[in-house]
């Protein structure tokens, strides 16, 4: 579904990435790892068309996609959910969950808004409520949600464990297990690599702006240079 090849960006006159190559297939959870600083939220900002591409190519279908602007990929099925949640704390779920839609102009709006509310009962019973009444981990929820509402093809998301409880975590890559199952395409950047590996069908290791690992994700959770430095094995 997703190629990306020999990809280079900067800000500036600072290289962030250099010469990636990474592919997401169909329907499977692709875990992208890596420690602070290797460049793994910039390559997401890239996908979605926030970055701009330097050097390289990022197709989607076969087809390239550098010059498409970001709003245009969200058109064409690609969902991001950054790093930070990024949620508009003003308004209520049910807003935040509305605006995550604004390019839709189909009947099954309120069809996936329900959905949303039974894969996060929470959100649910929270709806009116405005969003910085939410936890930490709601907030997280809300923000996922936020993207499925854009009715996506590819996912991409970034760090959705970062300051959880164990708890929640477990509950979010259980529901992240089953949008795959369910015909989602995933993409997630995670420094849980213990969490993520256990659930993705392959994965990547990113140091320094560069690919240095990749492999099934069992293989790589088994693997000793990913185990040493990144699950502290």
Not at 211 to 225: F, V
């Amino acid at each position: 579904m997703l190629r990306v090849e020999r990809l280079s960006t900067s800000y500036g006159r600072v290289a962030v990435l250099h010469d990636v190559d990474l592919e997401v297939r169909e329907r499977e959870i692709v875990a992208l790892l890596g420690s602070n600083g290797a460049g793994k939220s910039t390559l997401l900002r890239t996908l979605s068309g926030v970055q701009p591409v330097g050097r390289g190519d990022v197709s989607l279908d076969g087809a390239s996609i550098n010059r498409v602007k970001p709003h245009r990929r969200i058109t064409l099925g690609i969902a991001h959910a950054p790093e930070g949640r990024q949620i508009f704390k003003p308004l209520s779920v049910e807003d935040n969950l509305r605006l995550g839609a604004y390019r839709r102009r189909d009947a099954r709006i309120a069809v996936d808004t329900d959905k949303v509310y039974a894969m996060f009962p929470v959100l649910g019973e929270m709806r009116r409520r405005i969003s910085s009444d939410l936890s930490g981990g709601q907030q997280q929820m809300l923000a996922i949600g936020r993207a499925l509402m854009g009715a996506p093809r590819l996912l991409l998301l970034d760090e959705p464990s970062l300051g959880l409880a164990p708890l929640v975590i477990d509950q979010i890559f259980e529901v992240l297990a089953r949008l795959r199952d369910e015909g989602m395409t995933i993409l997630v950047v995670e420094q849980n690599a213990a969490a993520a590996l256990s659930i993705a069908d392959r994965g990547y290791v990113l140091e320094t702006g560069r690919i240095i690992h990749q492999g099934e994700g069992r293989a790589l959770l088994a693997d000793p240079a990913v185990r040493n430095a990144y699950l502290g094995l």
